[in-house]
């Protein structure tokens, strides 16, 4: 997600919708402000300070660097020389709890033992250094904080450095480190614990020299997760497992269809439930109207909102249905709408191979493991959230706006959340400001206790936020060679961005979201009508983005063309990437070679499928080998070729290939679709919407191509490739391409 | 009033016996390493053993518990069983977890496998694969749960 905005416009969009009702009130936080909120913990024993703070006791000027700059807000040193490293991210699997640590400690030359791991809060220090905005998406992580978390890293240690010096009176510069220790002449020796307290005390350095890269003994090498221990021993907590004094559950009672309000409601069964507190309405996104019921714990929770009789007006909300939505999508892309790329089509009534092809993509529920859920302490103008979140951002400006106070009023907690795909991260903050809605009903009550808003599995999966369902539609003329003539693309789908904060990315009618993925990097002749519907299905980002639908798209009909033309579908590629895509070039090369593809014989009844694409600004090409089993496409073997220049967890990377390849898989299996009918979705839980498990998992093997450039993400490249190879593979054993996800044998 | 018996201690609770084990240990009695993943048995993120057998804590009332004992991750994984300890170390060198929330799940679905394995018998892929089928990550860990199930079965050896 949000790859494709520019820096600015983001803190821009945000701060027109904090505008929009707080008129009167700062957005963002004052300098003393900051320094009282980073003291939950930044200005314990031995951390550093921030630099304000130091140089107004050495009497110096003003600070020059910006708060996500500073050390003091990253980095703690305590005297048993354990070094904490604070991450500006939300950790929700993909590592970078590990991996932003790992890099700020190559640059203080930490001891790597001694690292640990925090999570950030809503202050200013931990927004994404290049959008300025706390965000977690688009696999940026790394691919923006990488040189913020060397340079902090860097800082801490000149500063630790210069205490050291002053210590032995000597020059700094005749001084070294090594993994967590300072080494000065005549064999003189200080811990990082020793010295951080006296280093807390001295300027932060503006400037500061990097190590070249080829020095690096942490970044590079498959270093095991710091919260590994925890995750496996049930010790790691989410923002489920909150637990405040006299805190109570909320379970919300969704209409059963998007946007409907309450006819008719009799609570009394619901009352008298044992644990039961209070039965308030609330009002949901898109003008819906819900019913909270509040009690001791989930269970008591549960059972009463299951026993409310409640009718809904159904009459005024558009109810949609599946069927019908595709045959409306069928008529839209067939009428002229705006152009992505508008090339000659004239070449394609003569050209000697025509192709036509439509591809159909339903909508698809994120599911992350852990339920959706927000915690909410209400105070006299004062509110404080425990969430886990993409989006702390948008979720603080989300909530002032709910509560009627102002950003700096809110107190944001980011939890470690058990997955997110995008879920977690909402431009509306749907359910953190559900959850904002619910705390101040009850508030209104009066009941003052903190209230944690739990979702359950149905209301997630019946939730809506889903990957937008896609109809695409292709008419290609190309000649014997397999030169594309002209190819005439539309695409149908409802805009991810518009209406949002991030809606000034909508330009001309487009969303970039959808159109992501399309054409590049073949030069090819393409017109790309696009076409955004409304329709009253609550949508987002999945894990990818446009890239879900539109790599499978191209994918497979780059390869249907060298079928056709018979070439072999990596010649092909090879071919069209010409030297205009090394990347695409090196990853496809790798997987290629690692898998012995059309070197090494097949079991009778097995083939090899190829796609390769890029995504978020890392490539990934997958070899795979697939068969038939009883009419049923197998996946067994999957071998990865990774573009993300440089690697700083190599183990890291593998593991979000390989999640990120079964997510790819969830989209081919039976049950991998979200539908409706009625107005009512269709499935409820992992019986009908249904999501790998390990019988279903291929043999994978990740390979990385070497590189020394500033990396990029992993998060999300891993997931587009895969279902257009081994939808290939399976069109090269049946003759018959695959164009729906989830795969349809007829 | 229910007795329970968990993690080899003894515990009163007041909640009706019709509640399922996993909201009594998370609610009632704040053992939150068992988690809440789809409430009706169908992801095993809330696998707890009920004398040594996995069972999904989320469908499971306090009242089948009634004179039997509830091992739950955080005594499968506290170093006293050898199973348990196995599993947590293997889990940990494979670096297994990646958001982790379903990981308690696995480790004693695991755990129970392993431990009803006979003596000195390596378990083959089929029978890792079959004994794990039962427990959904979304994150897609499962091959480092093969790898790691496979290497505890051999450490235990």
């Not at chain 1, 190829?610 to 009419?631: I, K, R």
Request: glycine share 10%; charged share 20%; hydrophobic share 40%.
């Amino acid at each position: 997600m949000l790859n494709e905005i520019f820096p600015d416009e983001i803190p821009r969009a945000l701060q027109h919708m904090l505008e929009h009702d707080q008129a009167d009130g700062p957005t963002t936080l004052p300098r003393r402000s900051f320094l009282k909120i980073v003291g939950i913990g930044g200005l314990a024993l031995g951390a550093f300070p921030h630099l304000a703070l130091a140089q107004e006791a050495n009497g110096g000027a003003a600070a020059p660097l910006k708060p996500n700059q500073q050390p003091s807000a990253f980095v703690q040193i305590a005297p048993n020389g354990e070094v904490t490293v604070t991450i500006n991210r939300l950790e929700f699997g993909q590592g970078v709890q590990t991996s932003l640590p790992m890099i700020l400690a190559e640059e203080l030359d930490a001891d790597w033992s001694l690292v640990r791991a925090r999570n950030g809060n809503g202050d200013a220090a931990y927004q994404d250094p290049i959008f300025g905005v706390h965000l977690t998406g688009g696999s940026n992580s790394i691919k923006n904080s990488y040189t913020q978390y060397r340079e902090l890293g860097a800082r801490a240690r000149a500063m630790l450095l210069a205490a050291a010096a002053a210590r032995w009176n000597v020059d700094a510069n005749s001084l070294s480190t090594q993994a967590g220790t300072v080494l000065g002449p005549a064999g003189r020796k200080a811990s990082y614990g020793e010295l951080a307290e006296a280093a807390m005390a001295l300027p932060v350095p503006e400037k500061v020299t990097l190590k070249d890269p080829k020095e690096f003994r942490i970044i590079g090498h498959a270093t095991t997760r710091i919260d590994a221990k925890a995750k496996s021993s049930g010790q790691q907590d989410f923002g489920i497992d909150m637990h405040l004094p006299g805190q109570l559950t909320a379970v919300v009672a969704h209409p059963p269809v998007f946007g409907a309000r309450i006819a008719s409601l009799d609570d009394s069964a619901a009352r008298a439930t044992q644990g039961v507190k209070a039965v308030l309405r609330v009002p949901l996104d898109g003008g819906a109207e819900g019913v909270a019921v509040l009690a001791d714990g989930y269970w008591q929770a549960k059972l009463a909102r299951d026993a409310l009789k409640l009718e809904w007006d159904l009459a005024s909300v558009e109810k949609v249905d599946s069927e019908k939505q595709l045959l409306q999508y069928r008529e839209l892309a067939g009428q002229p709408g705006p152009l992505r790329f508008d090339a000659d089509m004239t070449p394609l009534a003569t050209a000697t191979h025509q192709l036509e092809a439509e591809f159909v993509f339903p909508y698809l529920a994120h599911a992350p493991m852990e339920p959706l859920n927000c915690t909410v302490q209400l105070n006299e103008g004062r509110a404080e959230l425990w969430v886990g979140t993409q989006f702390p951002g948008g979720d603080s400006a989300a909530a002032a706006k709910v509560l009627n106070l102002k950003p700096e009023q809110i107190q944001m907690n980011v939890q470690t959340a058990g997955g997110g795909f995008g879920r977690r991260g909402v431009p509306t903050g749907d359910f953190v400001v559900l959850a904002c809605e619910v705390a101040k009903a009850a508030r209104a009550a009066g009941l003052n206790a903190p209230v944690r808003t739990l979702w359950s599995r149905e209301d997630d999966i019946k939730g809506g936020y889903y990957r937008p369902m896609h109809l695409h539609r292709a008419r290609i003329g190309f000649d014997e060679s397999g030169k594309v003539l002209a190819w005439d693309h539309a695409l149908v789908g409802q805009s991810i961005l518009t209406g949002t904060v991030f809606g000034g990315r909508v330009k001309n009618g487009i969303d970039p979201t959808a159109t992501e993925g399309m054409r590049d990097p073949y030069p090819l002749p393409m017109r790309l009508t696009v076409h955004h519907p409304n329709v009253n299905v609550p949508i987002l980002w999945w894990r990818s983005v446009g890239s879900t639908h539109t790599a499978f798209v191209m994918e497979t009909l780059i390869d249907e063309i060298a079928r056709t033309t018979k070439q072999d579908p990596v010649a092909y590629r090879m071919k069209l990437f010409a030297d205009q895509s090394p990347r695409h070039r090196a990853a496809l090369q790798l997987a290629v070679d690692k898998s012995e593809y059309g070197k090494r014989p097949l079991p009778a009844g097995h083939a090899w499928g190829v796609a390769v694409h890029e995504s978020f600004s890392s490539v990934v090409a997958y070899v795979v080998q697939a068969s038939l089993e009883d009419g049923r496409p197998v996946l067994h073997q999957v071998t990865a070729g990774v573009h993300c220049n440089l690697v700083v967890n190599p183990r890291s990377v593998e593991a979000q290939v390989q999640g990120a390849a079964l997510m790819g898989l969830s989209m081919c299996l039976p049950g991998g679709a979200i539908t409706l009918k009625d107005g009512v979705v269709q499935q409820s839980n992992f019986a009908d919407f249904s999501v790998p498990r390990i019988t279903d998992m291929p043999e994978i093997a990740v390979h990385i191509v070497p590189s020394a450039e500033p990396p990029t993400g992993m998060g999300e490249p891993g997931l587009p490739p895969l279902a257009p190879a081994f939808a290939n593979a399976i069109a090269s054993l049946t003759g018959k391409p695959l164009r729906e996800l989830p795969f349809k044998m007829t | 009033m229910s007795a329970l018996n968990i993690n080899g201690r003894e515990y009163t609770v007041d909640v009706d016996p019709s509640t399922p084990i996993l909201w009594t240990l998370r609610d009632t009695l704040g053992m939150t390493g068992t988690k809440f993943g789809c409430g009706a048995a169908l992801c095993g993120a809330c696998t707890v053993h009920l004398d040594g057998q996995a069972i999904r804590s989320c469908v499971t009332p306090i009242a089948a518990a009634q004179g039997k004992k509830i091992t739950t991750i955080e005594a499968a994984t506290d170093g006293s069983d050898p199973v348990g300890t196995a599993v947590h170390e293997a889990w940990v060198k494979h670096d297994v977890a990646q958001c982790g929330y379903c990981q308690s799940g696995q480790i004693m679905s695991a755990t129970a496998f392993l431990k009803a394995q006979p003596k000195g018998k390596q378990p083959t892929a089929a029978e890792i694969d079959s004994a794990m089928a039962g427990n959904i990550c979304r994150c897609g860990t499962y091959a480092r749960i093969r790898v790691a199930v496979a290497d505890a079965a051999k450490t235990l050896a």
